[in-house]
Each structure stands twice: as structure tokens, then as C-alpha cells.
């Protein structure tokens, strides 16, 4: 995640020193936030909620699923992790670039790293077979069983995380600006899809597996937000976004590719972000050029 954050703002800071570079031998920048030509780049916190889904697990000696299981996201209450240069990628984090290939239209690509976490003491529905020599406390076969989980004999999440890699086509318009045009409020309208990249952790049968990494799904989302703009550079963005999450393939343990987990469910999001604005195309390219 370090690795991809520094590759973001890499990115950002050769195009920044590139257009005021270029500014100094060209003619006047417009500066639209919202114009074609506008690169953006924002970093933010999230906090997310999630239906209920089923979850189906297949492995050796085992294929059941558990109906109506509930979770959460993990927020960090340490205040203090959002601050530290070693700990502040550790909450759940959104970072996003994108650029208006048009007036108003833009395109972005986004990392969403969210946080999956079943809830202890969930009452679900078993149904399927596990074979005694799995060693779990619901060997046999069932239908419909009511069982509760807990979390030192049986837990599923996704920490570190559930992390969606996305791209967005975006409409943003003014809702304000100063006359002076150095503080704006502005709005956007969304719709992505992308990939999942997951970080399991599974507890079953007496055996936990640690962050066993898999591409595990796809994702499909739209989101709100409203921009409250700074000196045609700077902004604070308020977002919200929901959508649906298909996890195909959540590989859970790590010396067994065939050990797995599906399931599908919906979500919603809210995040706050920080974020700046460089205009990489002038307000014309010659000022003595005719208008045919």
C-alpha cells in the first residue's frame, strides 16, 4: 500500500514541476478546477458499513456456507496513527488521481482500502457437509443449522484489507466561486468498477491463517461529494459512495489454492479528504492565432 501511495504522489509531483516549469515560457494558466486540462490528486479516511451476505467456503474435506453473516469495518480511535509517517496508511484510506479530459468530465483511478471484518457472535444458518477429519466443531452434515460463531473457533476478515482498486468517470460542476475565483464550492457525480485485492485472515478448525493474498473480485460503485476549494489549488472533499462487491474467489489459505471463499454484498462509504489541483494545459496555445 506504502508502494503504491508513493507512486501516486510521484506521479503528481513530475507533472507539478513539468507545468510550472512550462509556465514560466507559456502564456497564462486558466485555472478551472473543473476545466479540461485540471489534474487532481486527493488523500482521505473512509468509514464503511455492509449488508449481510452468505459466505461459502470450499476446501479439502469441507463446502458449506454460512447464511446472514454481519460485519463491520475496523476504524482506528488512535488519533494519533493518522499522523505518524510510519502508521498513517494503517486506517482505512482512499487516494485518488484523476484528470478532466473535458469541461466537466473527468477520469480518475482510485484505491479504496477498507476493512472487512466479521462480526463475533454472529447467529447464522449452516448448511453443508465437513468431514470429521477437518476437526471442526460443525463436522457432519447440515441444513439450515442454527450456529453462532466465535471468534477463537471460527472468524473471517479482510484488514489489511479489502482493498478496491478502481477507475471512475466523473461530472463535476461549480456550485460557487468568489468573485476573485480563490475560494470555490464545487460538485461531483461518479460511477467506477475495478478489481479487489484481499488480505485474509481465517480462523477455522483450530488452524489461523494470516493475510493470505488473493485478486478476489470485482466491484461496482457511484458516489456524491462536494468540494469546498482554497486559492485554485487546494481542497477539502467531502464524499459519500456505495455500490456492490462480488468476491469471487477469496483465497483463505495460503499453502491451499483450492481453499477459498465467495460471497457477495453491498456497501456504503463516507470519507473525508485533502487534495490539490495543477493545470497542465494553457489558456490557449497563441494568443495571435485567428478564430476561423
Known amino acids: 500500500m506504502k508502494t503504491i501511495f508513493r507512486a501516486f504522489f510521484f506521479v503528481f509531483l513530475i507533472c507539478f514541476v ?25 488523500w482521505g479516511y473512509n468509514h464503511s458499513v455492509y449488508t449481510k451476505s452468505n459466505l461459502h467456503f470450499t476446501g479439502p474435506g469441507y463446502d458449506f456456507t454460512l447464511a446472514g453473516v454481519s460485519a463491520a469495518d475496523r476504524p482506528s480511535y488512535d488519533i494519533t496513527t493518522y499522523f505518524k509517517p510510519s502508521t498513517f496508511t494503517v486506517p482505512q484510506f482512499n487516494i485518488r488521481m484523476g484528470y478532466f479530459f473535458a469541461d466537466n468530465w473527468a477520469i480518475n483511478i482510485g484505491y479504496d482500502h477498507m476493512k472487512y471484518v466479521m462480526r463475533n457472535n454472529n447467529q447464522v444458518l449452516l448448511s453443508g457437509q465437513i468431514n470429521p477429519s477437518v476437526g471442526s466443531e460443525w463436522d457432519g452434515t447440515h441444513v439450515n443449522d442454527p450456529v453462532v460463531t466465535k471468534t477463537d473457533k471460527f472468524h473471517y476478515e479482510n484488514t489489511n484489507g479489502h482493498n478496491y482498486i478502481h477507475a471512475e468517470l466523473m ?36 488452524k489461523k491463517y494470516m493475510e493470505t493474498v488473493s485478486m478476489s473480485g470485482y466491484g461496482l460503485s457511484a458516489q456524491a461529494g462536494m468540494r469546498l476549494e482554497f486559492f485554485n489549488h487546494l481542497f477539502i472533499q467531502g464524499e459519500i459512495s456505495g455500490g456492490f462487491m462480488h468476491q469471487v474467489k477469496v483465497i483463505n489459505r495460503p499453502d491451499i489454492v483450492n481453499a477459498y471463499t465467495k460471497h457477495a454484498f453491498g456497501y456504503a462509504m463516507g470519507q473525508v479528504s485533502i487534495g490539490g489541483v495543477i493545470y497542465i494545459r494553457s489558456k490557449n496555445d497563441c494568443n495571435t492565432c485567428p478564430k476561423w
Open 18 to 42: 513539468t507545468t510550472h516549469t512550462n509556465a514560466q515560457l507559456k502564456k497564462k494558466v486558466n485555472k478551472n478546477s473543473m476545466g479540461k486540462g485540471a489534474l487532481f490528486l486527493y
Open 171 to 206: 461530472y463535476g460542476v461549480y456550485l460557487y466561486r468568489t468573485r476573485n475565483k480563490q475560494f470555490a464550492i464545487t460538485g461531483q457525480l461518479g460511477v467506477g468498477a475495478g478489481g479487489i485485492l484481499s488480505f485474509n485472515d481465517f480462523t477455522f478448525a483450530g
